[in-house]
């Protein structure tokens, strides 16, 4: 019997990590399996060697890629193949959605979309040759409110909450990579696009605080392309965070220690297909 496709995602957060190293090592006989990242170009620097350390250490081949951005009105997104040293690090891909689609605000989502939905859907689409595939998730048990409802009709599983599969918390995954010789080197807040207008405000105000530059990108964006929009909530832009932060005197704890609690729920996830808040 043909084994189905299952195409598995790699956010670069040590969640999708545990899973997809857990699914080669016990789901490679069933399924015709093939992992991918897709790089934004404003991933953080010790994500992309979180990556490529996994590669190497976990003996499966990650599909690096980005979107490749159609200028033409009305024409999709495709994708490339990239590798770590090619990898975008100046948001190159990032500014050449903006500059088709506008800034991403949380009333024009569609940063998700152009720069990972669009461009998986593209690779997967040649590298199964237009056959169906399943679509992996990393999503935890105690993010099961993050499920898509229509996952079954999309042909999305999500193998760290289903029981035919292996369910884990976020302190299963903290103890996991407690073990390893390597775990991704940044805070539980610094995940995914370290600037993202979708983080809660305290998770930006510490940001700010410590790292000042990493607005650098969004900025230099308000300027070129802002056409009235602000990036952040509360229509507010990146020198209204930069100024409240200092106003700022709370903490944001890591939340890679060991807890079964997911610290500040407010979705800023970029996982595809996922269901927001």
């Known amino acids: 019997m043909e084994k189905p496709n299952l195409l598995v995602t790699f956010s670069g957060g040590e969640t999708s990590?545990?899973?997809?190293?857990w699914l080669f090592k016990h789901k490679n006989n069933e399924y015709n399996m093939v992992f991918v990242f897709a790089n934004t170009g404003q991933e953080s620097e010790p994500t992309l060697e979180f990556i490529n350390n996994c590669e190497n250490e976990f003996g499966f081949k990650i599909n690096w890629i980005e979107c490749v951005v159609n200028k033409e009105k009305g024409k999709g997104t495709r994708h490339k193949i990239i590798d770590f040293k090619s990898a975008s690090r100046n948001g190159e891909p990032f500014e050449d959605v903006i500059k088709k689609y506008g800034l991403p605000t949380t009333?024009?989502?569609?940063?998700?979309?152009?720069?990972?939905?669009?461009?998986v859907k593209s690779f997967a689409k040649e590298y199964f040759n237009g056959q169906k595939y399943l679509l992996a998730l990393g999503i935890r048990s105690d993010e099961f409110d993050r499920m898509n409802p229509n996952y079954k009709k999309l042909g999305i599983i999500y193998p760290l909450i289903q029981k035919d599969f292996i369910p884990v918390t976020k302190k299963h995954i903290n103890f996991y990579w407690k073990q390893m010789p390597f775990r991704l080197n940044l805070k539980g807040y610094q995940g995914n696009c370290i600037t993202c207008y979708k983080k809660s405000d305290k998770k930006l105000f510490q940001i700010a605080k410590e790292t000042p530059s990493a607005f650098d990108f969004f900025k230099r964006m308000e300027l070129l392309y802002s056409k009235g929009y602000s990036i952040f909530r509360g229509s507010r832009n990146v020198e209204d965070i930069l100024r409240q932060s200092k106003e700022y005197n709370g903490k944001v704890n890591n939340d890679n220690e060991d807890s079964n609690i997911q610290l500040d729920l407010l979705n800023d996830s970029c996982e595809i297909f996922t269901e927001c808040k």
């Not at 990590?17 to 190293?21: E, I, K, R, S």
């Not at 009333?107 to 461009?119: A, D, G, M, V």
């Open 107 to 119: 009333n024009f989502l569609h940063c998700t979309r152009e720069l990972k939905l669009s461009p």
């Open 17 to 21: 990590a545990f899973m997809a190293q």
